[in-house]
């Protein structure tokens, strides 16, 4: 599975931004799927992940209440819409995938995806 982000950019704090990851060439039916992030200097985190299904959700304790992630209106896509953003928000994002025999399953470990993202930035100001 090739998976592509885009929406990232420069937002001042306050501000929203929505992230997509799209599957090429498939769709993510059998697949759960998460985005994580990793700032200059420290690890890749997670952040939010989605069931195969699309009807569990899980997020970091750093975003929650702020992100919601989501399938997209395309079957093949699945966004992350950022609000009320903040400096420490600021970070390379990526997507990943994996294929899952459990509709009702998430992940949160960079360990369990198989595939990723060549990341999409996001910069916010003071």
């Known amino acids: 599975v090739q998976l592509v982000e885009s929406g990232g950019g420069l937002v001042q704090t306050g501000g929203s931004l929505r992230l997509s990851c799209a599957a090429s060439?498939?769709?993510?039916?059998?697949?759960?799927v998460g985005w994580f992030r990793q700032a200059p200097g420290k690890e890749r985190e997670f952040v939010a992940a989605?069931?195969?299904?699309?009807?569990?959700?899980y997020y970091a304790d750093s975003v929650k209440g702020r992100f919601t992630i989501a399938r997209g209106n395309a079957v093949n896509t699945v966004s992350l819409q950022m609000s009320s953003l903040e400096p420490e928000d600021t970070a390379v994002y990526y997507c990943?995938?994996?294929?899952?025999?459990?509709?009702?399953?998430?992940?949160?470990?960079?360990?369990?995806?198989?595939?990723w993202g060549q990341g999409t930035q996001v910069t916010v100001s003071s």
């Open positions: 989605l069931s195969r299904s699309g009807g569990r959700s």
């Open positions: 060439g498939r769709t993510f039916d059998n697949y759960a």
């Open positions: 990943a995938a994996k294929r899952s025999s459990y509709s009702a399953s998430y992940y949160v470990g960079t360990s369990d995806y198989d595939y």
